[in-house]
């Protein structure tokens, strides 16, 4: 009920939104500079967390946010970390701290613990977080079109 709910409340607030084209979203690779371990029993690559000021600079720039205004976004990861995503510069994005309610976090937690216990896919999990991500922000994010690009962690 609570995953409904959260799901439910976050689709009216959409006065910002994800640049697909700057924020496609990708995920960790063992050639990934900040490649950790593969985890759990589908051997997924995991990578550490690491958001430089510079990769912020470059991550908030296409969004016109301004160094004084970081304050007010988490440095989000699309695809979160605990589920294979990457810290490349295209898995960042500027969220607003004043929109985002905590819903994505607990959404990443339930899929987090499903793919840790073995209940779900990697698959499954990352359209967990698109899904939300989708309803909250009006984009289209899709698994296939996320799981296609494997970045190598190279920052732009």
Not at 80 to 91: E, Q
Not at 135 to 151: F, I, K
Request: charged share 20%; net charge positive; glycine share 6%.
């Amino acid at each position: 009920m609570l995953f409904s709910t959260v799901l439910a409340a976050a689709v009216t607030k959409r006065d910002y939104t994800i640049l697909t084209s700057y924020t496609p979203g990708c995920l960790c690779t063992a050639s990934d500079i900040h490649f950790k371990e593969y985890a759990y029993s589908a051997k997924i690559a995991k990578c550490e967390r690491s958001v430089s000021s510079g990769e912020k600079a470059r991550v908030a720039k296409p969004y016109g946010v301004a160094k004084s205004e970081y304050p007010n976004y988490i440095f989000d990861h699309l695809i979160p970390l605990s589920i294979g995503g990457s810290n490349d510069d295209d898995n960042i994005w500027p969220m607003p701290i004043a929109q985002e309610n905590g819903g994505k976090d607990v959404v990443e937690k339930k899929a987090f613990e499903q793919l840790s216990n073995g209940q779900i896919t990697q698959r499954q999990a990352i359209t967990m977080v698109l899904n939300y991500v989708n309803n909250l922000y009006g984009t289209s994010y899709t698994a296939d079109r996320v799981m296609s690009r494997r970045c190598a962690g190279q920052n732009h």
